[in-house]
């Protein structure tokens, strides 16, 4: 399942409140769940295991994933997604070494992603930099809050 990432708040006009709250699946605390008023539509997605769900004019929908993924490119809007099995992330990482997740510039995106459980902890591997780390307990967007203030 793919959501484009709205990084400009410019962007929230199409009438949606957008709130966080608990994921029902990984306990994160900051699963995102955006409220399409105008269409009364319902999506849930957690960036850290990747859950999602979706209730709209055509029923509900509801995806466990194996972890989320994230693309920045170098220019334009990112995309947030997660795998639904194993073979998926696999092949994510298979793209992106052979050199495929590239924009039409051939520029490789600048930030990439994606999220993984290994004993019972949620990590994310940093593809550009070949780095893991913990999964962070505050979300990029509640870190870049704190550092406004
Ligand atoms: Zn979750």
């Known amino acids: 399942m793919l959501f484009q990432l709205f990084v400009e708040t410019e962007v929230r006009d199409m009438g949606s409140t957008q709130t966080h709250d ?3 699946r990984c306990d994160y605390d900051y699963a995102m769940f955006d409220f399409y008023y105008r269409i009364q539509a319902q999506y849930v997605f957690c960036e850290r295991c990747g859950y999602s769900y979706k209730h709209d004019q055509e029923g509900e929908e509801e995806s466990f994933g194996v972890g989320s993924f994230r ?9 947030l997604g997660s795998f639904d099995k194993l073979e998926d992330r696999e092949q994510f990482l298979k793209d992106f070494k052979d050199g495929k997740m590239v924009d039409e510039e051939g520029k490789q995106p600048k930030e990439l992603t994606y999220t993984f459980l290994e004993n019972g902890e949620w990590f994310i591997y940093d593809l550009v930099n070949d780095e893991t780390k913990p999964f962070p307990t505050l979300p990029f967007w509640a870190e870049e809050d704190k550092e406004e203030e």
């Open 22 to 24: 608990k994921c029902p």
């Open 71 to 79: 693309v920045m490119p170098v220019q334009g809007a990112g995309v």
